[in-house]
């Protein structure tokens, strides 16, 4: 493919990087899907953390579960300090997650709107308007899940979808959002956001004779190149560390 390299933006996490031949396509939306506790939250703190300490990249978290507290105090345990990234203006951190206790219509001015409609059209300002603010290179939604279960039909969620990420889009940053892993469907059929973004990481934990063994693969990666093995990480006092072992070598 001439011509269509993109610049890259290293997550930092060192293994990932080199599966993403060097690391995400700069301005561009990914979904990072996984299961429960498979460190979706710590891989979306180490990309902003290095983004500002090692890139200076000013960054933006949306949390739609854990509350600033919270993430603080977890990712404190792996020398991520972020209220100190706080302090400095490098990383702001949008604490979303009563969005989801909001009234079911709120009046605003003189339209009505519907909960969904309300939750997002105010996340969105709010990420639009931080993301100037701090002229945020890096922004991250985690988890996507929290929203996207509002809405149980398909067409009203890829509306939501497409009008997040042109939110998104209009501020140029690159984005990470996370979503949890559900049970596959019966059909086996892809889910409507993996169409809409650039590119979708899976992390999993797989039996594999030995225990479990956490998994990383790179789904998709629009016009990039990029590695297509499933790779095996694992989460320690440092974070996570990705190594170049592929999962069926052990
Ligand atoms: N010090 C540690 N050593 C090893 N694993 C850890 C440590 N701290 C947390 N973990 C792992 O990290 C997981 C939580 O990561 P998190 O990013 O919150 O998951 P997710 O956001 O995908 O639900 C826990 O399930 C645990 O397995
Ligand atoms: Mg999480």
């Not at 792996?78 to 100190?84: A, E, G, N, R, V």
């Not at 999993?204 to 790179?218: F, H, P």
Request: aromatic share 6%.
């Amino acid at each position: 493919m001439k011509g269509t390299s993109y610049s890259k933006v290293p997550t930092g996490i060192e293994g990932l990087d080199s599966m993403l031949e060097g690391g995400l396509p700069k301005g561009r939306i990914i979904l990072v899907r996984g299961s429960p506790g498979a460190g979706k939250s710590i891989l979306c703190s180490h990309y902003l953390f290095n983004g500002a300490t090692k890139f200076g990249e000013n960054g933006i978290y949306v949390s739609l579960e854990e509350s600033k507290h919270q993430l603080f105090r977890e990712m404190k345990l792996f020398d991520m300090d972020f209220k100190s990234l706080e302090e400095e203006n490098q990383v702001a951190f949008i604490d979303a997650s009563p969005i989801r206790h909001t009234p079911a219509e709120t009046k605003l001015g003189n339209i009505r709107v519907g909960r969904r409609d309300f939750s997002l059209m105010a996340l969105g300002k709010l990420i639009q308007t931080k993301a100037e603010e701090w002229k945020a290179e890096r922004i991250v939604i985690d988890p996507l899940t929290a929203l996207s279960l509002q809405y149980s039909d398909d067409i009203r969620r890829w509306e939501m979808m497409l009008d997040l990420l042109e939110i998104l889009g209009r501020t140029s940053a690159t984005c990470i959002l996370t979503e949890d892993l559900r049970a596959p469907s019966l059909a086996g059929e892809i889910p409507i956001e993996d169409y809409a973004v650039h590119g979708v990481i899976l992390m999993q934990s797989l039996e594999m004779g030995k225990g479990a063994v956490k998994t990383i693969r790179i789904v998709k990666m629009r016009e990039s190149k990029h590695d297509d093995q499933t790779r095996i990480y694992q989460i320690d006092e440092a974070g996570i560390v990705v190594y170049p072992t592929t999962a069926w070598s052990i």
